[in-house]
């Protein structure tokens, strides 16, 4: 039975990857701090459900607390580590930026210590759309250059990228980094976007649109997501030989074994018609306040998934209104609504 350790299990991506993996048949080691960003409550109900499937086994502690870390996973001795866990939110990072630097840094450091020390089939580790800043050439596509980062914590995902190349060079450990566009969906967290849209809409609240409505998202339904990042699981990077061709398009460094991947929809789509989209399947109009463009955001994600369909043979497909209807049904369920 393979074994991987994943961190951020509470979380909305961890848990639903973990639970896939579970079908799957994995055996699986959660880590979590369970911090109270949002809901503790949904935390707990996330590793719940988890703990109710054969396989599972949770540690709840902080990334930062690096003996805690290593004893969970040189007790469990993995072959593949996921790291998921980090302090999220663009718009948190104006307001509390030094969690993200311990968090994210700090953290993602002391998993890459351990990853290294037990000399893992491949770690794998989570980056951000955000990464792509300033960038204006849409689709984004990996082999971009990506150093105009415009938050603090696009900066700090843009650190954990660097530092997992260089242990790959230095210790030769297949690192792949996966960069998110937009998630949504079931057991989601409530400071997203959608999931506020959907409580207010239903609770007769006003719902900020920012930049009045001009934005685009390349929104990606977490089903389609942990569905790639359990493909790559699969798909460890090899070192290229001195003198060896990339492929055109591959980001696979010339100098270690390191790969980052854009997993989106690869489907660019107005902030309105996503809003259009929310009213249909409640059958209810949402009350709309148009708000200016804030602080640190961007008017367009779109990412370029090419590189992970090459890879796996995937290819995200989830429409919004499918993927909603997903998310209102189990929203309905869980508050009872």
């Known amino acids: 039975m393979r074994r991987i350790f994943i961190t951020g299990t509470a979380?909305?991506?961890?848990?639903?990857?973990?639970?896939?993996?579970?079908?799957?048949?994995?055996?699986?080691?959660?880590?979590?701090?369970?911090?109270?960003?949002?809901?503790?409550?949904?935390?707990?109900?996330?590793?719940?459900?988890?703990?109710?499937?054969?396989?599972?086994?949770?540690?709840?502690?902080?990334?930062?607390d690096v003996s805690a870390l290593d004893?969970?996973?040189?007790?469990?001795?993995?072959?593949?580590?996921?790291?998921?866990?980090?302090?999220?939110g663009v718009r948190y990072s104006l307001e509390n930026p030094r969690s993200y630097v311990e968090s994210n840094v700090i953290g993602t450091f002391n998993v890459m210590e351990a990853a290294r020390r037990l000399g893992v089939q491949h770690l794998l580790m989570a980056s951000t759309s955000s990464i792509y800043g300033a960038n204006e050439s849409m689709p984004f596509r990996e082999t971009d250059k990506a150093d105009g980062q415009?938050?603090?914590?696009?900066?700090?995902?843009?650190?954990?990228?660097?530092?997992?190349?260089?242990?790959?060079?230095l210790w030769n450990l297949p690192t792949t980094m996966f960069r998110f566009f937009t998630v949504y969906g079931?057991?989601?967290?409530?400071?997203?976007?959608?999931?506020?849209?959907?409580?207010?809409?239903?609770?007769?609240?006003?719902?900020?649109?920012?930049?009045?409505?001009?934005?685009?998202?390349?929104?990606?339904?977490?089903?389609?997501?942990?569905e790639g990042i359990r493909l790559l699981i699969d798909v460890p990077p090899v070192r290229p030989a001195p003198g060896e061709a990339i492929p055109e398009g591959d980001s696979l460094s010339k100098d270690a074994p390191w790969r980052v991947v854009n997993i989106g929809n690869s489907d660019k789509v107005k902030l309105l018609d996503f809003v259009d989209a929310i009213?249909?399947?409640?059958?209810?109009?949402?009350?709309?306040?148009?708000?200016?463009?804030?602080?640190g955001d961007v008017p367009a994600t779109w990412a370029d998934a090419a590189l992970l369909k090459r890879l796996t043979g995937y290819q995200p497909k989830t429409d919004i209104r499918e993927g909603m209807r997903r998310f209102v049904a189990w929203y309905r369920d869980y508050y009872g609504v």
């Open 11 to 64: 979380g909305f991506i961890g848990f639903h990857l973990a639970r896939l993996l579970l079908q799957h048949g994995w055996q699986v080691a959660g880590y979590d701090g369970i911090t109270d960003y949002y809901d503790v409550g949904l935390k707990r109900r996330r590793h719940a459900a988890l703990l109710q499937m054969p396989g599972f086994t949770a540690t709840e502690a902080m990334l930062e």
């Open 279 to 295: 009213e249909e399947v409640l059958g209810k109009k949402a009350i709309r306040n148009y708000m200016p463009m804030q602080k």
């Open 186 to 226: 079931t057991w989601g967290r409530p400071d997203l976007a959608y999931f506020k849209f959907v409580d207010a809409i239903l609770n007769d609240r006003p719902i900020d649109i920012y930049n009045h409505g001009e934005m685009w998202r390349d929104f990606t339904c977490v089903d389609d997501l942990v």
């Open 71 to 88: 004893a969970a996973i040189d007790a469990f001795r993995p072959d593949v580590i996921v790291h998921l866990a980090a302090q999220a």
């Open 150 to 169: 415009l938050t603090i914590y696009a900066a700090t995902k843009k650190a954990t990228e660097s530092m997992g190349h260089a242990y790959a060079h």
